[in-house]
């Protein structure tokens, strides 16, 4: 077990829709990252923030969007949800050093 | 290209065997370079973390880093069912954006008993 908690585990949606994937950090841990995982992509790092400020961007999608909040928790707004959307969301967190730790993922079904 | 190649695999490799995975990389400011094991449908677990060039050892498990080459080896001794997953490494330029991990396409390796 990381320490970093996903919710909810799996969903499935239709095209256009919205959703909130959830992530709770390690304790401690000021960092969060969100990354997706799609079986044509590999594992694509979407956007990190330390301390409830956007650090760093990545490959994320105008329709994508996140934040963290005050107690360190983030969420990952999905919205106009297309198929090829549908992937697992992995949320990670890191403390003082350079390692990062996964969750368990959320796996997106678009239908 | 991508930054970060690494062979899809899949490796299959009967138990007690030596594994060598592999990745190369194209962008010389790559300093910090980990190794996960994500087994099916699972977050990725941390192995290995190498900065810049050496060796480092884990149990059976060692990982090597030849920056002049740009090329990262993980070696898995006296391999284990319990091995197979898929390996992915990653790398970054530096401490403060260590989150922005480059990730190789993963290799699905197989230990069979």
């Known amino acids: 077990d990381s320490g970093v908690t996903q919710t909810p585990k799996h969903l499935i949606t239709a095209t256009g829709q919205r959703v909130t994937l959830r992530c709770s950090p390690r304790?401690?841990?000021?960092?969060v990252y969100w990354y997706q995982q799609s079986l044509d992509q590999g594992l694509q790092f979407l956007i990190q923030?330390?301390?409830?400020?956007?650090?760093a961007k990545g490959n994320i999608l105008e329709r994508f969007s996140a934040q963290q909040f005050p107690d360190l928790h983030s969420e990952l707004n999905l919205s106009s949800l297309e198929l090829g959307d549908s992937a697992l969301y992995f949320c990670a967190s890191s403390g003082q050093g350079p390692t990062i730790y996964f969750g368990e993922g959320s796996w997106l079904t678009v239908v | 290209q991508k930054e970060v190649e690494q062979d899809p695999g899949p490796l299959s490799v009967p138990e007690g065997a030596i594994v060598s995975l592999n990745c190369t990389y194209s962008?010389?400011?790559?300093?910090?370079f980990m190794w996960y094991r994500q087994y099916s449908r699972k977050g990725p677990e941390l192995l290995m973390y190498?900065?810049?060039?050496g060796n480092k050892e884990d149990g059976r498990f060692t990982a090597q880093v030849d920056k002049s080459s740009k090329y990262i080896s993980l070696f898995i001794r006296d391999s284990q069912p319990s091995d197979s997953a898929t390996y992915l490494c990653a790398m970054s330029a530096g401490a403060s954006n260590t989150g922005k991990l480059i990730f190789g396409q993963g290799t699905t390796l197989q230990v069979k008993p």
């Open positions: 962008n010389s400011a790559f300093q910090y």
């Open positions: 190498t900065y810049s060039s």
């Open positions: 304790s401690g841990d000021l960092s």
């Open positions: 923030y330390y301390n409830g400020e956007e650090r």
